[in-house]
């Protein structure tokens, strides 16, 4: 449930520079950006891929106002979220993707924002881990200022290729 009475951040439109501005100030509240997206987070559709020996590699978009944030790489055999970094390649038959979105939605419900951020330079960007019990399983990019979520624009794109 939202905690904040004043709705959801917005998506990054134009830079807002903040001249003088602090890190630590920038930072805390990309920070804050970041927990105040999260109750409005939801699961995209699952992106299945089988490879060339027959394994398959899933990943479950994370969606916030139509435009998709970072992807959690989904275990289907443990049917929990992998590490960041840890994309899982299982040997398995096939998957059903309205199961996998049913798991996915209840993993959302555990996911919390821990406090601190990353500064990506080529981005103008804080990267703020989304954390899954003891996994750090995503990032939410806010602006360089901390008003504003970042979109993840490539994956946005291959969610929309997916579903229509």
């Known amino acids: 449930m939202p905690q904040s009475h004043e709705g959801p951040p917005p998506v990054r ?23 105040r997206a999260l109750p409005y987070v939801v699961a995209g559709p699952p ?12 990943d479950v978009p994370l969606m916030y106002q139509g435009f998709a944030l970072d992807r959690i790489h989904y275990d289907p055999a443990s049917h929990s979220p992998s590490p960041k970094g840890r994309p899982v390649h299982a040997m398995l038959g096939d998957m059903d993707p309205s199961s ?6 209840a993993i959302l419900g555990e996911l919390r ?52």
């Open 100 to 105: 996998i979105a049913r798991e996915a939605e």
């Open 47 to 58: 992106i299945i891929r089988r490879g060339p020996a027959g394994d398959i590699h899933v």
């Open 113 to 164: 924002v821990l406090e601190a951020a990353e500064y990506r330079g080529p981005e103008a960007a804080w990267a703020v881990p989304v954390a899954w019990r003891s996994f750090i399983i995503a990032h939410i990019k806010v602006s360089e200022d901390g008003g504003e979520i970042v979109p993840d624009y490539g994956l946005t794109e291959e969610v929309r290729r997916l579903v229509g």
């Open 13 to 35: 439109g134009a830079p807002a520079a903040q001249p003088g501005e602090g890190l630590l100030a920038a930072a805390s509240r990309a920070i804050e950006t970041a927990r």
